[in-house]
């Protein structure tokens, strides 16, 4: 097995959607978050990856789901390499209307059923040539991965409110996190970030990397590749991209990019911009 991997961009008017279809052997992603939910089925061969403090393993047949802004890696668990097809929907499309966010304590699980409907769903996506199906398919397999697999959330859970330290924590996080995304291209330095928040820098990291796993260095560089790869679906070249994001130049973006993606912007561009062309 080589490494191969493809990104599509599902953009029609009913919702906007990034689908996944790889083959690793010996690429390893970097520690990084989603935005968005993760939803993945292993096709063939192993998947391992830290989250929540522990080395989960995926073989074929299983059913990743990872939540947003939840840290992990990924790596191939046997020399063989693992493929697999993963899903990244936003909040809203998973949940279409569900009131409680529903919380997935176990990232990985076994259920045909499911795991057919989700795979269904990607192929005929990824296929795009008929946008109904696909459609309908992805609402089945969102369905059942909500009612089966979900579990109530915090708000139902009966658990005891945040402490107000624990929110006025929260809210300086959320500060600084608005200040870094207001300009990726010149972001404050550490001393600026925390005396906007009335904290010391060693304060305000440690309560920074509690609410999101990473130091707001790290946070920042995963933050310019997400938005680097809207640029690109968009049109815009690599050089473009690495510029308008903040990053030093194209080499700094492709390192970085390809650790979280696992392909370089020309080929998530090129595969997004391939799709887009399709005759209707």
Same mark, same amino acid.
């Given at each position: 097995?080589?490494?191969?991997?493809?990104?599509?961009?599902?953009?029609?008017?009913?919702?906007?959607?990034?689908?996944?279809?790889?083959s690793y052997r010996r690429h390893a992603f970097t520690r990084h978050a989603h935005a968005t939910f993760a939803i993945g089925v292993v096709v063939s061969g192993q998947e391992e990856f830290h989250y929540r403090g522990e080395l989960r393993r995926a073989g074929v047949g299983s059913l990743a789901i990872l939540e947003p802004d939840e840290p992990h890696d990924g790596r191939a668990a046997a020399e063989e390499g693992w493929s697999y097809r993963v899903l990244y929907p936003s909040e809203d499309m998973l949940l279409d209307g569900h009131p409680i966010r529903p919380t997935f304590p176990d990232p990985i699980v076994h259920d045909p059923r499911t795991v057919h409907l989700v795979r269904a769903a990607h192929e005929e996506l990824t296929a795009g040539t008929d946008p109904l199906a696909g459609h309908s398919k992805l609402a089945w397999a969102f369905q059942a991965?909500?009612?089966?697999?979900?579990?109530?959330?915090?708000?139902?859970?009966?658990?005891?409110?945040?402490?107000?330290?624990?929110?006025?924590?929260?809210?300086? #996080?959320? &500060?600084? $996190?608005?200040? /870094?995304? %207001?300009? +990726?291209?010149?972001?404050?330095?550490?001393? =600026?970030?925390?005396? *906007?928040?009335?904290?010391?820098?060693?304060?305000?990291?440690?309560?920074?990397?509690?609410?999101?796993?990473?130091?707001?260095?790290?946070?920042?560089?995963?933050?310019? #590749?997400? &938005?680097? $790869?809207?640029? /690109?679906? %968009?049109? +815009?070249?690599?050089?473009?991209?690495?510029? =308008?994001?903040?990053? *030093?130049?194209?080499?700094?973006?492709?390192?970085?990019?390809?650790?979280?993606?696992?392909?370089?912007?020309?080929?998530y561009r090129n595969s997004v911009q391939d799709r887009m062309r399709r005759p209707a």
């Open positions: 097995m080589t490494d191969s991997a493809t990104w599509t961009r599902v953009d029609d008017g009913c919702f906007e959607l990034d689908l996944l279809t790889a991965v909500v009612h089966r697999h979900g579990l109530a959330g915090r708000a139902s859970s009966g658990a005891p409110p945040p402490r107000a330290s624990d929110r006025a924590a929260v809210r300086k #996080v959320t &500060q600084v $996190r608005e200040r /870094l995304l %207001a300009d +990726l291209r010149r972001p404050p330095n550490l001393r =600026a970030l925390a005396a *906007a928040v009335d904290l010391s820098p060693f304060h305000m990291l440690r309560v920074f990397r509690e609410a999101t796993g990473f130091p707001p260095h790290t946070w920042l560089v995963l933050e310019r #590749v997400c &938005q680097a $790869r809207h640029l /690109l679906a %968009a049109g +815009l070249s690599p050089v473009q991209t690495a510029d =308008a994001v903040g990053f *030093a130049d194209q080499a700094h973006l492709t390192r970085w990019f390809k650790r979280v993606t696992g392909v370089t912007p020309a080929a």
